[in-house]
């Protein structure tokens, strides 16, 4: 799992991968839910002027070397996307030309040697070093460091814009010029003139004069959920319609710029905190539905603090984001969930970057100490431990990734191999072929995960309580085979690391069943007046 930055920079890299595949376009093609508001625009201008400038940079020169029968990689070396350092290996992930390396490599640089844009890569300056691109990475930097909404008028850390970590990330805000009114407070004088709370209820029964929030939610125990997560958490997507030819359409990328503005992720269909009808089929909802479903008067009390590239190391740099108020807000279910990051990394020797259980240890008692000075009391802190990712290369590294579909010429284990070697892979330790090193990554990630588990048996907060959970894959990859399905149809396969959508639903599945059984005081009553809350304010203002 990359820092988010370079997870953006590396997406463009399968862009490029992908032109080595040549296919007639599919005729049709399911593509992800899109909203038809009014921040389409701003999404459409923003991936427009984003497309236009890189084709003006890149276009003619890519369409120069393809022309001349240079594969993707040849492409990739040339406008220094990929880079050779001295003593380093090549890197390429298609087979190597006839001719020597070399040689063909000083060729395509004379069909592109007046190109302005080696000026830059030349000069050790980045793509944001461009006059053009420098102030929209500026903006699209901040918009990730900051994990708060780009557009919120009151600064209640809520929106009514749904990306750039609006309410696909935490609920609608429903006043955005009152930074009283926001999702998980409770209600300001019953909600009798305003829906404080944004759960789509209030006013007063005109029958008896009792308002409807007092009378359908108070001693329901409302509550939300948070989840402290990394790109897992956030459901890191690259669709394979994408970067795979034969199944593109011009519905192909239809969702490209939400995906673009939510920094590739798909918060609003993840777990923990998805609010969309899911996309994949099966009858398993997320956390959040089902907090919702047992009491209605949950209704958009969600949170998805979940950066690409998050860690116990780096959580105090955006936990700031996450919206409570101990005085004046309902109580909170907190899930923290950084499954990978702590072990993996790019690194071409990625052991010494690993954190220890004792720095895991100081990291987490400094997060909980935040959390306690910040939940209501009442609240629930729920630890994930970290996987045993072994099962990616055991499951993966003999079949063809989507860049190699066609030809058969690409499989996972050489993918994997070419990420390592530009060490920009999301988890070298794992994605490896080394039989060693991927026994090491699971032994320091039980190793943490014990750690998680000690602290949850022995420290005691004022404001919450404190457990643990295996996160238990083996578990869902039973289930799923249960179904008749492959252990394989579980993971991402664009980048073949992160779980899809499909195993982030039985995840959240196993999660609510654990947490029903052994801890039924986490998740509240169930709600008898649902019925009435559904009868009087319908789908309470949708999310």
């Given at each position: ?12 890299l399968?862009l490029l991968?992908s ?11 399911q ?10 625009c701003?999404?459409k201008?923003?991936l427009k002027?984003t497309?236009?400038l ?9 369409i120069?070397?393809l022309?001349a029968?240079?594969n993707?990689d040849v492409?990739?070396?040339t406008?220094?996307f990929?880079?050779?350092?001295t003593g380093?290996?090549?890197c ?7 001719e020597t390396?070399?040689f063909t ?8 040697k ?6 830059y ?9 461009l ?12 918009a ?10 009151d600064s209640?850390?809520?929106?009514i ?23 998980g407070?409770?209600p ?7 829906d ?11 029958k008896?004069?009792?308002?409807y929030?007092k ?8 509550r939300?959920?948070i ?5 897992a ?12 030819a034969?199944?593109m359409?011009?519905?192909?990328f ?9 920094e ?9 905190t ?9 009858k ?11 009491n ?7 949170q998805n ?18 919206s409570?108020n101990?005085?004046?807000?309902y109580p909170?279910i907190?899930i923290?969930?950084?499954i990978?990051?702590?072990v993996?990394s ?7 970057a690993?954190?220890t ?13 935040h ?12 630890f994930?431990g970290?996987?045993d990712g ?11 990734h989507p860049?190699g579909?066609l ?5 996972y284990?050489q993918l ?11 988890c ?11 026994t090491?990554?699971?032994e320091?990630a039980e190793q ?5 588990k000690k602290?949850?048996?022995s ?25 008749g399905?492959?252990?394989?149809q579980?993971?991402?396969?664009v980048d073949?690391f ?9 995840l ?11 801890w039924?005081q986490?998740?509240g009553?169930?709600n008898?007046?649902n019925?009435?809350?559904?009868q ?5 203002g949708?999310?």
């Amino acid at each position: 799992m990359q820092s988010p930055w370079k997870i953006l920079m590396v997406a463009p890299l399968f862009l490029l991968l992908s032109l080595q595949s040549s296919a007639f376009p599919a005729n049709d093609d399911q593509s992800r839910p899109s909203h038809s508001n009014g921040h389409t625009c701003v999404e459409k201008l923003f991936l427009k002027t984003t497309c236009y400038l890189v084709i003006d940079k890149f276009g003619s020169d890519i369409i120069k070397l393809l022309s001349a029968d240079m594969n993707a990689d040849v492409v990739c070396h040339t406008l220094e996307f990929c880079k050779q350092n001295t003593g380093q290996p090549l890197c390429h992930l298609y087979p190597l030309p006839k001719e020597t390396w070399k040689f063909t490599l000083q060729k395509a640089r004379q069909i592109v040697k007046k190109s302005p844009i080696l000026k830059y890569s030349r000069s050790g300056s980045d793509i944001c070093s461009l006059p053009v691109l420098a102030k929209i990475c500026q903006k699209i930097k901040l918009a990730i460091e900051q994990s708060v909404p780009f557009k919120d008028v009151d600064s209640d850390k809520y929106s009514i814009f749904p990306t750039l970590r609006g309410y696909h990330w935490r609920g609608r805000d429903c006043n955005d010029s009152d930074e009283s009114v926001y999702p998980g407070r409770r209600p300001d004088n019953w909600d009798v003139h305003q829906d404080s709370n944004c759960n789509g209820i209030w006013g007063v029964d005109p029958k008896d004069g009792v308002p409807y929030e007092k009378k359908f939610c108070e001693g329901s125990q409302p509550r939300g959920i948070i989840l402290l997560g990394d790109s897992a958490g956030a459901h890191f997507h690259i669709s394979p319609e994408w970067i795979t030819a034969s199944q593109m359409s011009l519905n192909s990328f239809i969702n490209l710029p939400t995906a673009l503005t939510n920094e590739l992720d798909w918060p609003q269909l993840s777990g923990a905190t998805g609010f969309l009808d899911s996309t994949v089929g099966i009858k398993e909802k997320s956390i959040y539905l089902r907090l919702w479903k047992r009491n209605h008067c949950n209704h958009r009390d969600y949170q998805n603090i979940s950066r690409n590239g998050a860690s116990s190391r780096n959580l105090k740099k955006f936990i700031e984001s996450l919206s409570r108020n101990k005085m004046l807000d309902y109580p909170a279910i907190v899930i923290y969930a950084m499954i990978g990051n702590d072990v993996c990394s790019g690194k071409s020797d990625p052991v010494p970057a690993m954190t220890t259980p004792e720095k895991l240890c100081s990291n987490i008692m400094q997060t909980l100490k935040h959390l306690n000075s910040h939940l209501p009391n009442g609240s629930h802190v729920i630890f994930y431990g970290l996987p045993d990712g072994t099962f990616l290369w055991d499951n993966l590294h003999n079949r063809y990734h989507p860049l190699g579909q066609l030809n058969k010429d690409v499989t996972y284990a050489q993918l994997y191999s070419f990420l390592n070697c530009l060490q920009v892979s999301p988890c070298h330790g794992w994605m490896s072929s080394n039989k060693t090193l991927r026994t090491l990554t699971s032994e320091r990630a039980e190793q943490l995960s014990n750690t998680l588990k000690k602290i949850a048996a022995s420290e005691k907060f004022t404001n919450f309580n404190l457990f643990y959970m295996d996160f238990a894959f083996h578990e869902i990859i039973q289930e799923w085979q249960k179904r008749g399905g492959q252990p394989w149809q579980l993971i991402e396969p664009v980048d073949g690391f992160h779980p899809n959508e499909v195993a982030l639903l039985l995840l959240a599945d196993h999660f609510w069943e654990k947490v029903q059984l052994q801890w039924p005081q986490i998740l509240g009553k169930e709600n008898p007046f649902n019925p009435q809350i559904k009868q009087v304010f319908g789908d309470q203002g949708g999310h």
